[in-house]
């Protein structure tokens, strides 16, 4: 089995910062992205940041600048470091891989975390 495991997520007034962190764990052969994506209340999920195992990266224009997204790839872990946050940044942050497990016969598969809330106060 996969599993994702987020964590770092809080309550934090706007301007602040935040650093969410992500451990991929388990039967994986290989990793080709991890990210991040968001959903608030009454919302779709949202992308908000992507990097692939050769670290490009890809970000949401309303995060462009404030939001950094690195990854440890020796420990299949990803972050994203959060600065100026927005009242508007608000809702639960889901990490994301697509990756390929041991068990595969050459066939990727999309994962995702259980999800912390990220609240940010005005």
């Known amino acids: 089995q996969v599993q994702l495991v987020e964590s770092g997520g809080g309550l934090v007034q706007a301007g602040g910062s935040l650093r969410l962190s992500c451990v991929a764990s388990?039967?994986?052969?290989?990793?080709?992205?991890m990210g991040w994506y968001r959903q608030a209340p009454g919302n779709q999920r949202e992308l908000v940041a992507t990097?692939?195992?050769?670290?490009?990266?890809q970000y949401a224009d309303s995060v462009k600048g404030r939001f950094t997204i690195s990854k440890d790839n020796a420990n299949n872990t990803v972050y994203v470091q959060m600065n100026n946050l927005k009242p508007e940044d608000t809702g639960v942050y889901y990490c994301y891989a697509n990756l390929r497990p041991t068990w595969s016969s050459g066939s990727d598969f999309r994962y995702w975390g259980q999800g912390t809330q990220v609240t940010v106060s005005s």
């Open positions: 990097i692939t195992s050769g670290g490009t990266t």
């Open positions: 388990g039967l994986i052969l290989s990793i080709n992205i």
